[in-house]
C-alpha cells in the first residue's frame, strides 16, 4: 500500500518552495497518504500497447509570424510587483553570502 | 431579457441596476460575489443604451449584465482566484472571454467567488469564505464555480461566466438548479484564465435556460490566436440547435444511458429524476442505448494523478517576485526564502495538498506508475467515449451523485469530496463537450439534481438541441422553472 510519510511530505514541500509548519504536516500526511491510496488501484490499469494521452484534441503546432504587436509597457506590467526599481522587478538576494 | 432590451421595453441601464439593487439585499446571506463593479457596470449599461437607441447594438446580447468567475483577468477588476496570494491584484490585461464580453456589450457586474485555484466542489476552499446554496443557505453551491452558479440562482446576475476543469460549472450548475456547459476544449479560449490544469481547463456559460447559454457560447467563444489550444473551426449553430431542441421533437435522436455513471453510489431521488428524465425523452421519439464504458472506473484517479501534476506546475509561477502577496521573512532572507514564506501563508490546504501530491506524481520514480499510468487511462477513457458515440448522438448521465450536501461535512475528508466530480470528469479527460440542465428536486430533500448531456468533440450543437429539449418537456411538466419553485430569499435592507 503507497504512504507518504511525514518526512516525505516535507522533502516535497521543500521542492515545491512552501514552507509547511509541523502542524500542516502532521495534518496533510495522513491526508495525502488516503488520497494516494484512492488513486493507486490505476497502476497497471493499461499495458504497454496503450499510448499516453496529454492533449485529448489532436493539434498540430501553431505558429505565428515572428513580428512585434502591441504589449504592455514597463509600467502596466510592474504595477502590479510588490516591489521595483528603475523599471525592474526588484527581488531579495537570490545568492548566499559565500557565493 | 434581451428580447425586452430589443422592443426598448427596459433598457440596460435599468437592468444592470435591478442586478446590483438585487446584490445589494441578497449577496450577504449568498455571498456569490467577491467584487461588485456598480460604477462600471451602470457606465457600460448606459453606453450600451446609447449604441441601442443609435440602432447598432454590438450583439443579441447587448446590454445584459454578467458576473465573472473570479478566475479570468479582467482589466481594471480585481482577480484573485479565491485566493490570498492573489489579494488586491488588477490585472493588466483582459480574458479574452472578458474582452469579448465588453466587445458584445455585456455589462461586468462583479467577479465570483470560487474554490481557490478552482480547486474543490463546494467552494468552501474559498480564501473569502464560502457561496451560500439559495436554495438551502446551509448548503454548498457546488465548485469550484460556486459563485457564478449561486449568482444566477438567487438571480444576482442573469448570466455568468464558469470554469470547468472536472466538473466546475456543470456541478454547481446541477446542484443549483441552473444550466452549465463545459464546452469542447479549445473552443472558448483560455487567454487570461489562471490555470489550473491546462490540458483540461475550459471556460463556459452559466444560465437560466438552455437557450441563453447557447447565445452566450456564442459570444465568447471561437478561434482566438491567443490561446494555442484554441480550435479553428466554427462553433455551429448552437443558439439555432437549442430553438429547434425547444420544439420537444426528438424523433431520430439517440440517446445513450452510460452504465457506469449511476444505480450503485448514486442518491435515489437523483437517480429517480434522471430516469423519468430519461423517459420523457423516449417519450418524445428518442430512442434509448444503454451504453458501457468500463474505463470510466479509472477516471477519478487518473483525474486526480493529472490535475495536480498540472497545477504543481502551473502554480509555481506564484513565487512572490513579479505579482502577489510577498511574504519577507526577518533576517537577511533569500529570494528562495521568501517564495517559502510566501506560499505558505497565500496558499490554502487544498491547493498545498495538490501541488504537494502533484509534485510526488511527477518525481522520479514513480512518473511511470502515476502520471504515466494516468495519461493512459486518459487514451483508454477517450476510446469508451468513441465506441460509445458510434452508438450515440449523445450520452446522458446524473451530472453529480447527490444532491448538495452540508457546508463543513466533507471539508476534511478530501477523497469524499472528490467522489462529487465522479461523473463530470470523464469528459474533461477526453475533451468533449457536456452540459447539465436542472431535471427536478429529489424527493427526499427536496433540493435539485441535474441532468448531464455529453457530446462528441466540436458537436456542442448537439448539447443544446437535446438539452433544449428535454427542458421544454420537463418544464411542461412542472407548469414553470424550477428556479420558480426556489425558496424566497430574505432581502436585505441597506
Known amino acids: 500500500m503507497p504512504e507518504i510519510t511525514r518526512d516525505e511530505v516535507a522533502h516535497l514541500a521543500t521542492l515545491a518552495r512552501i514552507d509547511l509548519s509541523?502542524?500542516?504536516?502532521?495534518?496533510?500526511?495522513?491526508?495525502?497518504?488516503?488520497?494516494?491510496?484512492?488513486?493507486?488501484?490505476?497502476?497497471?490499469?493499461?499495458?504497454?500497447?496503450?499510448?499516453?494521452?496529454?492533449?485529448?484534441?489532436?493539434?498540430?503546432?501553431?505558429?505565428?509570424?515572428?513580428?512585434?504587436?502591441?504589449?504592455?509597457?514597463?509600467?502596466?506590467?510592474?504595477?502590479?510587483?510588490?516591489?521595483?526599481?528603475?523599471?525592474?522587478?526588484l527581488v531579495p538576494r537570490i545568492l548566499g553570502d559565500e557565493q | 431579457m434581451a428580447a425586452d432590451l430589443a422592443s426598448g421595453a427596459t433598457t440596460s441601464v435599468a437592468l444592470t441596476r435591478a442586478h446590483l439593487d438585487r446584490i445589494s439585499a441578497v449577496d450577504g446571506a449568498v455571498h456569490a460575489l467577491l467584487h461588485v463593479d456598480a460604477e462600471g457596470a451602470l457606465a457600460q449599461a448606459a453606453a450600451s443604451d446609447a449604441r441601442r437607441a443609435a440602432g447598432s447594438p454590438a450583439s443579441g446580447l447587448d446590454g445584459v449584465p454578467i458576473a465573472v468567475k473570479d478566475v479570468l483577468a479582467t482589466e481594471g477588476l480585481p482577480t484573485t482566484c479565491g485566493s490570498k496570494i492573489l489579494e488586491g491584484w488588477v490585472p493588466p490585461y483582459d480574458a479574452t472571454v472578458a474582452a469579448r464580453l465588453r466587445a458584445a456589450g455585456l455589462p461586468i457586474l462583479g467577479k465570483t467567488n470560487m474554490d481557490e485555484f478552482a480547486m474543490g466542489s463546494s467552494t468552501e476552499h474559498s480564501a473569502y469564505g464560502p457561496t451560500h446554496n439559495p436554495w438551502d443557505l446551509d448548503r454548498i453551491p457546488g465548485g469550484s464555480g460556486g459563485g457564478s452558479a449561486a449568482a444566477v440562482a438567487a438571480f444576482e446576475a442573469p448570466l455568468a461566466i464558469g470554469t470547468d476543469t472536472g466538473g466546475s460549472i456543470r456541478q454547481p450548475g446541477a446542484v443549483t438548479g441552473t444550466v452549465g456547459v463545459k464546452p469542447t476544449y479549445g473552443g472558448v479560449s483560455r487567454y487570461g484564465l489562471v490555470a489550473m490544469a491546462n490540458s483540461l481547463d475550459q471556460a463556459g456559460p452559466v444560465t437560466r435556460t438552455v437557450l441563453d447559454s447557447a447565445l452566450l457560447h456564442e459570444v465568447i467563444g471561437g478561434y482566438?490566436?491567443?490561446d494555442s489550444t484554441s480550435i479553428d473551426e466554427p462553433l455551429g449553430a448552437l443558439a439555432d440547435a437549442a430553438r429547434q431542441g425547444a420544439a420537444g421533437d426528438m424523433t431520430g435522436?439517440?440517446?445513450?444511458?452510460?452504465?457506469?455513471?449511476?444505480?450503485?453510489?448514486?442518491?435515489?431521488?437523483?437517480?429517480?429524476?434522471?430516469?423519468?428524465?430519461?423517459?420523457?425523452?423516449?417519450?418524445?421519439?428518442?430512442?434509448?442505448?444503454e451504453v458501457s464504458c468500463p474505463s470510466f472506473v479509472h477516471a477519478l484517479a487518473a483525474y486526480y494523478l493529472i490535475m495536480p501534476s498540472e497545477a504543481s506546475s502551473n502554480l509555481a509561477r506564484f513565487d512572490a517576485m513579479r505579482y502577489g502577496l510577498r511574504v519577507v521573512p526577518d533576517g537577511d532572507p533569500s529570494a528562495e526564502d521568501v517564495m517559502r514564506a510566501s506560499r505558505d501563508a497565500g496558499f490554502g490546504d487544498e491547493v498545498k495538498r495538490r501541488i504537494i501530491l502533484g509534485t510526488y506524481a511527477l518525481s522520479s520514480g514513480y512518473y511511470d506508475a502515476y502520471y504515466g499510468q494516468a495519461q493512459k487511462v486518459r487514451t483508454l477513457i477517450s476510446r469508451d467515449f468513441e465506441a460509445a458515440f458510434a452508438q450515440a448522438d449523445v450520452l446522458v448521465s446524473p451530472t453529480a451523485p447527490t444532491t448538495a450536501f452540508k457546508i463543513g461535512a466533507k471539508l476534511d475528508d478530501p477523497v469524499a469530496m472528490y467522489l462529487n466530480d465522479v461523473a463530470t470528469i470523464p469528459a474533461n479527460l477526453a475533451g468533449i463537450p457536456g452540459l447539465s440542465l436542472p431535471a427536478g428536486l429529489a424527493p427526499e430533500d427536496g433540493l435539485p439534481v441535474g441532468f448531464q448531456v455529453l457530446a462528441p468533440a466540436l458537436a456542442d450543437d448537439r448539447l443544446y438541441r437535446v438539452g433544449a429539449a428535454l427542458e421544454a418537456l420537463l418544464e411542461n411538466e412542472w407548469g414553470g422553472a424550477l428556479l420558480d419553485r426556489a425558496p424566497a430569499l430574505e432581502e436585505a435592507t441597506a
Open chain 1, 22 to 89: 509541523d502542524a500542516e504536516l502532521d495534518h496533510l500526511a495522513p491526508q495525502l497518504s488516503v488520497i494516494l491510496e484512492s488513486v493507486a488501484s490505476i497502476t497497471g490499469v493499461a499495458g504497454d500497447d496503450v499510448p499516453p494521452t496529454s492533449h485529448a484534441i489532436p493539434l498540430t503546432n501553431v505558429f505565428r509570424d515572428d513580428v512585434v504587436t502591441p504589449s504592455l509597457t514597463a509600467e502596466q506590467a510592474l504595477a502590479m510587483a510588490p516591489a521595483s526599481e528603475q523599471q525592474r522587478f
Open chain 2, 253 to 289: 435522436v439517440r440517446i445513450g444511458v452510460i452504465t457506469e455513471l449511476g444505480g450503485e453510489g448514486y442518491q435515489a431521488g437523483v437517480q429517480q429524476r434522471f430516469d423519468e428524465a430519461v423517459a420523457l425523452l423516449v417519450k418524445a421519439g428518442a430512442e434509448v442505448v
Open chain 2, 224 to 226: 482566438d490566436p491567443m
